[in-house]
């Protein structure tokens, strides 16, 4: 029965992800109607990772070792969720296209320590089955996507046309996003082959998608090539399924 669950699971997310393209697509056409499309999308799905990240911290409960940690993942979404609606509403209700930078960084960018302390908590409880070998490899891993951003990123960024709050956001987001990887991949080291690997592998897939769509923004954004409604919000979305299924599924294995 569980694994019936989990396979309807992973089907709804996969055509959830996949029903998106076409409407990006049509998007290319009809500018007007991506902007009011993504911007009821964003805030709809970060509300629906949150809500379902809120029923494992209900059932896994709210105090002490292992629940607060949970309850640091359902601060973050709640963060994100307001960065969303915040975004939602300078789009569509005050005109400004791209509320970037904004008071929209403030959120996205508080949403990430309550992660760190959560995915800490976990790492401290089960810090001894990470091995030498695994957290070595992890900070290999660590310094490999740093350098992919300081290839791509850093020669667009040091620029004078690039406003020196820009510059840092541009650099900030993608190093986060790395940091919250290489966690998430420990946790992954942890857990796999347990009873909740499964759930820290796709967690840490979510937190690889959206450091991949942090990169890709930033890049564009320098170059001067995004608008609000562009295809390459996509990975962000897809990061926001990929969160709701990695709390449902843990939500099933407790």
Same mark, same amino acid.
């Given at each position: 029965?569980? *694994?019936?669950?989990?396979?309807?699971?992973?089907?709804?997310?996969?055509?959830?992800? +996949? #029903?998106?393209?076409? @409407?990006?697509?049509?998007?290319?056409?009809?500018?007007?109607?991506?902007?009011?499309?993504?911007?009821?999308?964003?805030?709809?799905?970060?509300?629906?990772? *949150?809500? +379902?990240?809120?029923?494992?911290?209900?059932?896994?409960? /709210?105090?002490?070792?292992?629940?607060?940690?949970?309850?640091?993942?359902?601060?973050?979404?709640?963060?994100?969720?307001?960065?969303?609606?915040?975004?939602?509403?300078? !789009?569509?209700?005050?005109? @400004?296209?791209?509320? /970037?930078?904004?008071?929209?960084?403030?959120?996205?960018?508080? =949403?990430?320590?309550?992660?760190?302390?959560?995915?800490?908590?976990?790492?401290?409880?089960?810090?001894?089955?990470?091995?030498? !070998?695994?957290?070595?490899? #992890?900070? @290999?891993?660590?310094?490999?996507?740093?350098? +992919?951003?300081?290839?791509?990123?850093?020669?667009?960024?040091?620029?004078?046309? !690039?406003?020196?709050?820009?510059?840092?956001?541009?650099?900030?987001?993608?190093?986060?996003?790395?940091?919250?990887?290489?966690? =998430?991949?420990? =946790?992954?080291?942890?857990?796999? =082959?347990?009873? @909740?690997?499964?759930?820290?592998?796709?967690?840490?897939?979510?937190?690889?998608?959206?450091?991949?769509?942090?990169?890709?923004?930033?890049?564009?954004?320098?170059?001067?090539?995004?608008?609000?409604? &562009?295809?390459?919000?996509?990975?962000?979305?897809?990061?926001?399924?990929?969160?709701?299924?990695?709390?449902?599924? &843990?939500?099933?294995?407790?």
């Amino acid at each position: 029965m569980k *694994t019936s669950t989990h396979l309807r699971a992973y089907v709804a997310t996969f055509i959830a992800c +996949i #029903l998106l393209v076409p @409407i990006y697509w049509v998007g290319t056409f009809d500018h007007e109607f991506i902007v009011v499309a993504s911007n009821i999308l964003f805030p709809l799905a970060a509300a629906v990772a *949150t809500a +379902i990240c809120f029923l494992a911290v209900k059932k896994y409960g /709210w105090r002490g070792g292992l629940p607060s940690a949970m309850t640091f993942f359902l601060v973050s979404l709640i963060l994100w969720f307001l960065a969303e609606l915040t975004w939602t509403i300078y !789009v569509l209700l005050l005109g @400004i296209e791209v509320p /970037w930078p904004s008071i929209v960084d403030f959120f996205y960018i508080a =949403g990430y320590i309550p992660f760190y302390i959560g995915l800490l908590i976990y790492l401290k409880i089960f810090r001894s089955a990470l091995s030498k !070998v695994k957290i070595g490899a #992890l900070v @290999i891993l660590t310094v490999f996507l740093a350098a +992919i951003i300081v290839l791509f990123l850093v020669p667009l960024i040091v620029t004078p046309e !690039v406003e020196p709050l820009e510059q840092a956001l541009c650099l900030t987001y993608p190093i986060l996003d790395i940091i919250l990887f290489t966690l =998430g991949l420990a =946790g992954v080291f942890v857990f796999i =082959g347990g009873r @909740i690997g499964v759930s820290w592998l796709i967690l840490s897939l979510s937190f690889l998608i959206d450091a991949i769509a942090d990169i890709l923004f930033s890049y564009f954004d320098l170059l001067g090539l995004y608008y609000e409604g &562009h295809s390459l919000e996509l990975p962000f979305l897809w990061a926001y399924f990929v969160f709701t299924l990695a709390f449902y599924i &843990h939500l099933k294995e407790l």
